[in-house]
């Protein structure tokens, strides 16, 4: 998957989860913390695929 399609699904997957988690907040507790780690870890793990992506261009 390229870089561009892979950040739009990602945008995009990610903005549906964090609506869906806005509309559950209010009828159930959710912990805050895990969501942010979850939402850095995705992050740590995209910088890592681009990165990966941009040495193949350069070896």
Same mark, same amino acid.
């Given at each position: 998957? #390229?870089? &561009?399609?892979?950040?739009?699904?990602? !945008?995009?997957?990610?903005?549906?989860? @964090?609506?869906? @988690?806005?509309? =559950?907040?209010?009828? &159930?507790?959710?912990? #805050?913390?895990?969501?942010?780690?979850?939402? #850095?870890?995705?992050?740590?793990? !995209? &910088? @890592?695929? =681009?990165?990966?992506?941009?040495?193949?261009?350069? @070896?």
């Amino acid at each position: 998957m #390229e870089p &561009i399609a892979f950040g739009m699904v990602f !945008t995009g997957v990610t903005g549906g989860t @964090l609506a869906v @988690l806005s509309l =559950l907040g209010k009828k &159930i507790s959710i912990n #805050e913390a895990a969501i942010k780690v979850v939402l #850095e870890a995705s992050k740590f793990g !995209t &910088i @890592l695929y =681009l990165l990966q992506y941009i040495s193949k261009i350069f @070896l």
